[in-house]
């Protein structure tokens, strides 16, 4: 089995700065791409950010040049470095990881169970 732990969200003032980790954890044997996702009140759920094996990452427009996205492949770990915090960024961020449990099994999807950002004005 294997978990997806996220810490670092809070409550923090518009032109702050907050670090998102997620780890995981449990049975693996790689993982392939990790990304954040924000779901803001009465809205979908939407990619923020994601990053590959090899480190290649995209972002969504609105948190381009203020957001950072990396892992460290040997702690099975994700971050999110967010800067310029906006109210807009306000939401739940989970993170998202595609881990293979042995050589011979396929990749499956995880989720964290999410992490409150607030971005008061």
């Known amino acids: 089995q294997v978990q997806l732990v996220e810490s670092g969200g809070g409550l923090v003032q518009a032109g702050g700065s907050l670090r998102l980790s997620c780890a995981a954890s449990g049975t693996i044997f790689s993982v392939n791409r990790m990304a954040w996702f924000r779901q803001a009140p009465g809205k979908q759920r939407e990619l923020v950010a994601i990053?590959?094996?090899?480190?290649?990452?995209n972002y969504i427009d609105s948190v381009k040049g203020r957001s950072t996205i990396s892992r460290d492949n040997a702690k099975n770990t994700v971050y999110l470095q967010m800067n310029s915090l906006k109210s807009e960024d306000t939401g739940v961020y989970s993170c998202?990881?595609?881990?293979?449990?042995?050589?011979?099994?396929?990749?499956?999807?995880?989720w964290g169970q999410g992490t409150q950002v607030t971005v008061s004005s």
């Open positions: 990053i590959n094996s090899s480190g290649a990452t």
């Open positions: 998202f990881g595609e881990v293979k449990s042995s050589s011979s099994a396929p990749y499956k999807d995880y």
